[in-house]
Each structure stands twice: as structure tokens, then as C-alpha cells.
Nanobody, 126 residues
Framework: QLQLVESGGGEVQPGGSLRLSCAAS????????IGWFRQAPGKEREGVSC????????NYADSVKGRFFLSRDNAKNTVYLQMNSLKPEDTAVYYC???????????????????WGQGTQVTVSS
């Protein structure tokens, strides 16, 4: 059974860093497209980053480019999201998700992903 578990969230001051982990069981992370999403209170869930299974290419939302970095450790079946220079507007619940093998769309779409983790809270506050 496909299962995704996020961890690594917490509270950090503006300018700080966090690394989120998405541990996968029941699938091989380099076989599936893996995405990171976030949802702030009162807002729609939005795509943050995505790694294609076909070529390993990584996409980022404009709001996080140059600050967030996605990586994958196939030996550990884990995908990471390194978040640097965090801002208060990055505060949200962060989710990882998986979809069938292929490539990420330029705009990472929630509806493309069928398997989701439970989420981890990230709070950026002084």
C-alpha cells in the first residue's frame, strides 16, 4: 500500500531554514513523480516543487525559486525539501504527494496527484 509520511516541520524565525522529509513506502521514489505542496489557512493548496520521474528534472513555484531545493535519496526512499531564507508567507501545512510516472507540469497541479501524506506544519514567525 502506497504511503507517504512528512516530517521536519516546526517553527522558525524569518530568514531561517528547515528541511522537510517525505518518506515513502510501497513505492520507489525515483519511479513516481513526487511533489511538494503547501496550504495556508484560508487559501487553496498550491504546488511548491516537483521532481519528474522520467529525467529527474525539478520544477519550483516562482515564490520559492532560489530559496527552496528539492532532492531525492533513492536508497532511503525519501524526498527532501530544503527551505532557506524562510518568510512569514511561507507559513503553511506542507504536503508531499505522488503521481504516476512521468514529468512535472510547469505549473504543479494538485489534481495530478493521487497519493498524499498527512502534512507537516511550518510556521515562520518572529
Amino acid at each position: 500500500q502506497l504511503q507517504l509520511v512528512e516530517s521536519g516541520g516546526g517553527e522558525v524565525q524569518p530568514g531561517g531554514s528547515l528541511r522537510l522529509s517525505c518518506a515513502a513506502s510501497g513505492l520507489i521514489t525515483d519511479y513516481y513523480v513526487i511533489g511538494w505542496f503547501r496550504q495556508a489557512p484560508g487559501k487553496e493548496r498550491e504546488g511548491v516543487s516537483c521532481i519528474s520521474s522520467s529525467d529527474g528534472r525539478v520544477n519550483y513555484a516562482d515564490s520559492v525559486k532560489g530559496r527552496f531545493f528539492l532532492s531525492r535519496d533513492n536508497a532511503k526512499n525519501t524526498v527532501y525539501l530544503q527551505m532557506n531564507s524562510l518568510k512569514p508567507e511561507d507559513t503553511a501545512v506542507y504536503y508531499c504527494a505522488a503521481q504516476v510516472p512521468g514529468r512535472c507540469r510547469p505549473k504543479i497541479a494538485v489534481l495530478d496527484f493521487g497519493s498524499w501524506g498527512q502534512g507537516t506544519q511550518v510556521t515562520v514567525s518572529s
